[in-house]
């Protein structure tokens, strides 16, 4: 039985990828640790800021203290939001699926993005306080791939809706990159996949992989809970 939902972020409610892309791009291009889009995709996206940096300099050679990564951190949120700030566009049928799912169980999201990135788009779109349960890159010391994120969202659910016997079999969770699957799937969760950024053959380990959220409904995703 479906007792809960996750939902990543990037890539499944709102296609930022290419604008962390541009804000990545913004710090360090100057600096000569830019790269392209190409690398971007097969890299580092799914990477939380913190190891995006960690893995352009790494690659360099070169070394990256703490306090210089969190700059780096800031400045790149700093040019996110300028981007952001003339609106962004959801992809078709999440905002319905997140309401409808909303209505009957359950909902949370479980991103590699910072905080401070979501709020305003979710405000945007009419989803502020929406997700019951939220776990960001702040909260976490490893990003996806590492199971911690997902592992976090279960049992944040778990003491949010004690009566509801929440558990990590009995979730689906909808992402969109290979690094997001890992993640969930090594929490116990199973995966509903979308082929928003990457193709259906990169998507191995969910349950299912569709090409939009716009026709699923929660049958389908009581059915995938049901699955092992």
Known sequence: MLSAVIFDFDGIIVDTEPLHYRAFQAILEPIGFGYSWEA???????????????????????DLEDRELEGLIARKAAAFQEIIASGVTPYPGVVELIRNIKANHPVALCSGALRSDILPIL????????????????????????????????????????????RPETCIAIEDTPAGIASATGAGIGVLAVTNSYPAVRLGGARRVVDSLADVGLADLAALAGQE
């Open 123 to 166: 405000e945007g779109l009419g989803l502020s306080g929406i997700f019951d349960v939220m776990v960001t890159a702040d909260e976490v010391s490893a990003s996806k791939p590492d199971p911690a994120s997902y592992a976090l969202a279960v049992r944040r659910l778990t003491a949010a809706f004690p009566n509801r016997q929440i």
């Open 40 to 62: 971007y995709v097969d890299v580092y996206m799914g990477y939380d800021d913190r190891d995006a940096f960690r893995e352009a300099f790494r690659v360099r050679g070169a």
